[in-house]
């Protein structure tokens, strides 16, 4: 698919049969035809399974068992969302009210649609609290070892590469005793903790990376002028970082936003719960009303993609940066 | 080495040891160090120790240390090797797709033209939404009585009647990798456009003043050019796909039967089902050493190669 270039290629050097100025032509048609066939492939199997999600969420439980589906709803309805956004929603449905309506009807939205938005709240508390310990020990840490000499320098770095192949599978077996000896189940606090050892190594990379990319003359520029460590990393590097801890923030953020493995471990109620928590609490449960699920589905992916979409440069150019090292 | 020893005797040792540079070095890294190091370097030393105890919450009082029976027992089980058989196959077709994909998304995505940032933000979708999200969507689409697959499948003809999708043996695993690979190919093909944009433009024009075609091109310069993307994507992805788990207790819990009993899940059962911590823990050992040694593999021979 290198064939951008193609018709300067062709040069008639040769005069032969061949209508060179066609076949470039062509090449170029062909080479449109490529490029826009992919494009709306990869549109196409992006976006077919999360508009189905969408338009799902949308629909009654009668449409939405139909055979074959209803790609569109034909009667939309927002009875779905009522139910996670209004805790007095009467078609609420609970275990023992259940198996006196008629199946038929559908509407069976479970009791705990009400835990959705505590749970949202939970996801956003963990996630902050995750980011602004990120950033805390992050950025002094990616500065050292950026910018300053010192023994134990390379060890170090790593030392945090190492703990970025940790697989948290392996941590939860430990985590969990130690989380249990330490009260902390069923507590929000637990997740912030062990949620550090899946973002600060990433954190770090990002930073080291691009506090290097950075002139050492603005670091000694700085120390000459008599700036201690402190301030020439909070007046002369962190201004200037602005778009790494962007990326840094959202990272910390959306992998906090979506972890299930550590939250399904740690956390019992609704007083800890985390949205994936809630969400797949759900998808176990064969009696929940389909449109139900893909309602509260919808509710988990807005925030992510919004941020996706709004941030995408810095998304972009922080995984790049991530990745050179990782 | 924390910031301000109580005792001055320390402090005015520190500061015989070390200059103001290394000082403030040292200063930097120990928050991180301690955090790094009490969630990330303590537990897997406390997962290795746990691993020779014989640890069961259904008796807690009793907690005998066995030496390596925990292993010993795990290569005797049959279902643990299912698990191994189960996570490899998961692996290696998840890394493939993903890896061929994110080729022909990169080499996309390298071109000009119009609708291109389009493309890339709608790319990052997959990227950016929780696992469980795209578990659950996936469900969906899969399931046997209303899922979008049997309506559309149904509806083109391909089918005369609605199929059992996930409920299939045969189907399951390949089912899993396709939720997992549209989940992960997006930050795969960013990798792989990193290092397909670094290739310098004169070997191409080199290469076309030599009067080598465009397949040859792409053999003889793309694809060497991009060992490193390819490496990446790999370490990754495999790394990734061994440790997987929120697809697996959402969309199969492991079934049916075992056809999608891979490692993580085999970990869950036995430490939070069974409650056996002890195998649990050994488990996990063996899967943390695995995929060190992969990663340390791959870096080994896809980086001599070529």
């Keep these: ?326 | 080495m924390r910031s301000k020893p109580a005792g001055s005797s320390m402090a005015v040792s520190l500061r015989r040891h070390f200059n103001y540079e290394e000082r403030t070095a040292l200063l930097f890294i120990a928050p991180v160090m301690s955090v790094l190091g009490l969630v990330a370097v303590f537990p897997i030393a406390y997962s290795f120790y746990l691993s020779f105890f014989s640890i069961k919450l259904t008796r807690p009082n009793r907690t005998p240390f066995v030496w390596f029976d925990n292993y010993l027992d795990l290569f005797r089980d049959e279902l643990f090797w299912t698990a191994v058989l189960r996570t490899v196959s998961f692996t290696l077709m998840s890394v493939t797709a993903i890896t061929v994909l994110a080729l022909l998304v990169a080499l996309l995505l390298n071109e000009t033209f119009r609708g291109r940032r389009l493309v890339s933000t709608v790319l990052l979708i997959p990227w950016a939404i929780p696992y469980v999200a795209d578990a659950l969507m996936w469900k969906w689409i899969y399931d046997s009585g209303y899922g979008a697959l049997n309506g559309l499948l149904y509806q083109l003809d391909f089918i005369d009647k609605y199929m059992v999708w996930l409920g299939d043996q045969k189907k399951t695993l390949p089912l899993i990798a396709n939720a997992f690979v549209w989940k992960e190919v997006p930050l795969a093909t960013i990798l792989l456009l990193v290092s397909l944009k670094s290739i310098p433009q004169d070997l191409y024009q080199a290469a076309r003043v030599d009067g080598a075609p465009l397949m040859q091109r792409f053999f003889h310069i793309t694809l060497p050019s991009m060992r490193t993307g390819f490496m990446l994507v790999i370490i990754y992805e495999t790394m990734m796909a061994i440790r997987h788990f929120d697809l697996f207790f959402i969309l199969t819990e492991g079934g049916p039967g075992t056809a999608s009993h891979v490692l993580s899940w085999e970990i869950y059962v036995e430490t939070f089902r069974n409650l056996s911590f002890g195998s649990g823990a050994a488990m996990s050992y063996l899967l943390a050493l695995v995929t060190f040694a992969l990663a340390y593999f791959i870096i080994r021979t896809l980086g001599r190669s070529v």
């Design chain 1, 1 to 326: 698919m290198q064939s951008s270039q193609e018709p300067s290629v062709v040069k008639p050097v040769r005069a032969r049969s061949i209508n060179y100025e066609r076949q470039a032509k062509i090449l170029g048609w062909l080479h449109r035809g490529v490029i826009l066939f992919g494009s709306l492939a990869v549109l196409l199997v992006v976006l077919a399974p999360v508009t189905w999600l969408v338009s799902s969420s949308f629909q009654t439980e009668a449409e939405i068992v139909s055979v074959p589906p209803h790609w569109i709803p034909e009667q939309p309805t927002l009875k779905n969302f009522q139910a996670i956004f209004s805790a007095s929603a009467d078609e609420t449905v609970t275990y023992e009210t259940r198996s006196t309506q008629d199946p038929s009807s559908g509407n069976y939205i479970p009791s705990t649609a009400r835990n959705l938005l505590p749970a949202m709240r939970n996801s956003l508390a963990v996630a902050t609290l995750v980011v602004i310990f990120n950033l805390l020990v992050g950025i002094p840490a990616a500065y050292a070892m950026a910018k300053i000499r010192f023994w134990g320098r390379s060890g170090s770095v790593y030392f945090i590469l190492m703990t970025r192949v940790i697989p948290d599978i392996a941590l939860v077996v430990p985590f969990f005793l130690v989380i249990k000896n330490l009260g902390l189940l069923d507590n929000i606090m637990s997740l912030v903790i062990t949620y550090l050892a899946i973002t600060v190594p990433f954190t770090v990379f990002i930073l080291i990376q691009y506090f290097e990319g950075l002139p050492d003359e603005l670091d000694k520029a700085a120390r000459v002028d008599g700036c201690s460590r402190l301030q020439t990393l909070t007046k002369v590097f962190l201004p200037l970082s602005l778009p790494s801890l962007v990326a840094v923030i959202l990272f910390a953020f959306l992998t906090s936003w979506n972890e299930f493995l550590l939250a399904l471990m740690f956390t019992q109620t609704a007083q800890s719960q985390t949205l994936p928590i809630v969400l797949a609490s759900f998808t176990s449960d064969f009696t929940i009303s389909f449109s139900f699920i893909n309602a509260a589905g919808l509710l988990a992916i807005v925030p992510p993609v919004i941020i996706a979409i709004v941030f995408e440069r810095y998304i972009v150019s922080g995984l790049t940066a991530g990745a050179v090292k990782g």
